[in-house]
């Protein structure tokens, strides 16, 4: 009988990546345009989840965590996704307000990582965009108590059913726990991949009267 080995040896795992570069010359003055043109292009090149990204947050004694959201809005107010209130990052949330994001697209060696601090977005704000969702999805995030215990699949698949016979879609309400945040940046670093690792950054920081220097990072 032969073990399944644990100790895997990745070193010969990577890529030389050739597909693009990025010069100061292309940089936007303003990193929310920058920030524009990267997320159209993505969506232009149809890739899967262009709009997903992952989301690190922390307690208030520093202990960190991450896990992927999808990425609802944007303006030069900031960006936002939703989801439960008492959720790990809801919680943690109310105890550290910032947070980091990072989107990575495979298929054009890039990403984007992005810090801010973080507010929730309006009730009529989260009201609007929980009444846009589709059906299941209102009904699930209203019957899901996110990152709590639960029994199994079966008891929240019941607990969907019970507000599916009392309510339909259109008089099914946003729960009061559940709605929108806003990060609203104040560094974003975009990275493309460039051959040998002599890959291309630059950050992009807010300064005290609010304009945003721009700066070439090592690889």
Not at 9 to 27: F, G, S
Not at 126 to 132: L, P, T, V
Not at 134 to 162: I, N, R
Not at 168 to 183: C, S, V
Request: net charge neutral.
């Amino acid at each position: 009988m032969t073990t399944a080995k644990t100790d895997g040896d990745l070193h010969d795992e990577r890529t030389d990546y050739q597909r693009d570069q990025l010069n100061r010359r292309d940089l936007q003055a303003n990193p929310f345009q920058m920030f524009s043109n990267w997320m159209q292009n993505a969506l232009d090149r149809k890739l899967i989840d262009a709009t997903a990204m992952s989301l690190a947050t922390t307690t208030a004694s520093g202990l960190p965590s991450v896990r992927i959201v999808l990425l609802k809005q944007y303006d030069e107010s900031g960006l936002c996704w939703y989801t439960s209130y008492d959720s790990r990052k809801g919680r943690e949330l109310l105890e550290n307000p910032r947070a980091a994001l990072l989107f990575y697209w495979r298929e054009l060696e890039r990403q984007i990582r992005i810090e801010g601090t973080v507010e929730k977005t309006s009730a009529e704000q989260s009201g609007d965009y929980f009444d846009s969702r589709p059906a299941g999805s209102k009904f699930s995030a209203a019957a899901s108590p996110q990152s709590q215990v639960v029994p199994d699949q079966h008891w929240l698949m019941t607990e969907k059913q019970k507000l599916e016979e009392k309510y339909n879609a259109e008089t099914l309400q946003r729960p009061e726990n559940w709605g929108g945040y806003r990060l609203k940046p104040h560094s974003f670093e975009f990275w493309q991949g460039r051959p040998s690792r002599l890959h291309d950054r630059f950050r992009y920081t807010l300064n005290a009267e609010q304009s945003w220097s721009i700066d070439r990072l090592a690889p």
